[in-house]
């Protein structure tokens, strides 16, 4: 859990193109299971929020 904490703070500090949030999307069955984390959730709220 803390790896993926990581993770998705590290991904939030980026900005994504059009092309990363595709990658981000199409990888998503990597990282589903992560989401049940609520700090994990809020980096991925701070990434769409962009």
Same mark, same amino acid.
């Given at each position: 859990v ?6 998705? $703070? ?20 990597? $990282? ?19």
């Amino acid at each position: 859990v803390k790896q993926w904490e990581g993770i998705a $703070y590290c991904l939030s500090l980026l900005t994504l193109t059009e092309k990363g949030i595709k990658k981000l999307i199409e990888s998503f069955k990597s $990282y589903e299971h992560a989401l049940s984390e609520e700090s994990v959730v809020s980096h991925f709220r701070v990434i769409i929020n962009k």
